[in-house]
T-cell receptor, first 109, second 118 residues
Framework: GQNIDQPTEMTATEGAIVQINCTYQ??????LFWYQQHAGEAPTFLSY??LDGLEEKGRFSSFLSRSKGYSYLLLKELQMKDSASYLC??????????WGAGTKLIIKP | GAVVSQHPSWVICKSGTSVKIECRSL??????MFWYRQFPKQSLMLMAT?????????EQGVEKDKFLINHASLTLSTLTVTSAHPEDSSFYIC??????????????FGPGTRLTVT
């Protein structure tokens, strides 16, 4: 079957680093997306990985291991505005996205 | 680029009435659009996948006669909540795929419509 797993909630301190993990099982694989969703708003695109390795984009980085069915989103120098839900989504066969339930990230001062 | 709009952004309606929500891709053609629903503090739930010119595919548990989806053109899909009840109050979000470009499955989201049924 197809499945995406990510932690339900994480807490981190302002200025620190946090890593949000995601494991996936899909029939067919065309890449892994991370989206950010603030409360009451629609998701916004953060990153896309299709090859193994780390993609860095400012304070945010995303990693993919296709052989392990594993990805993580790394957030550095955390700011209060980073408090949000982070959604992991795998692009499966026919490029249909399979969504994780999201990880709620709470940033404390 | 890849902008998706939704209208209205919020709506309040009385129980038993119908509400139509529009989703438009403003600068690209979207052969496939998606409708999601999100209750407070819960995750995004896919309701249906809408393909231009054909019938929508509904997820298990979503009543197709209650949530009518029409995707009449490459830039517009509509969701009509018929005979709305208070339990239909939710945040409805659409997204679209740009299959004309380098499609990797990315979905571009509209800003969402908050529906309150009284």
């Amino acid at each position: 079957g197809q499945n995406i797993d990510q932690p339900t909630e994480m807490t981190a301190t302002e200025g620190a680093i946090v890593q949000i993990n995601c494991t996936y099982q899909t029939s067919g694989f065309n890449g892994l997306f991370w989206y950010q969703q603030h409360a009451g708003e629609a998701p916004t695109f953060l990153s896309y990985n299709v090859l193994d390795g780390l993609e860095e984009k400012g304070r945010f980085s995303s990693f993919l291991s296709r052989s392990k069915g594993y990805s993580y989103l790394l957030l550095k120098e955390l700011q209060m505005k980073d408090s949000a839900s982070y959604l992991c989504a795998a692009s499966g066969s026919n490029y249909q996205l399979i969504w994780g339930a999201g990880t709620k990230l709470i940033i404390k001062p | 680029g890849a902008v998706v709009s939704q209208h209205p952004s919020w709506v309040i309606c009385k129980s038993g009435t119908s509400v139509k929500i529009e989703c438009r891709s403003l600068d690209f053609q979207a052969t496939t659009m998606f409708w999601y629903r999100q209750f407070p503090k819960q995750s995004l739930m896919l309701m249906a996948t809408s393909n231009e010119g054909s019938k929508a595919t509904y997820e298990q548990g979503v009543e197709k006669d209650k949530f009518l989806i029409n995707h009449a053109s490459l830039t517009l899909s509509t969701l009509t909540v018929t005979s709305a009840h208070p339990e239909d109050s939710s945040f409805y979000i659409c997204s679209a795929r740009d299959v004309g470009g380098n499609d990797r499955g990315e979905q571009y989201f509209g800003p969402g419509t908050r529906l309150t049924v009284t």
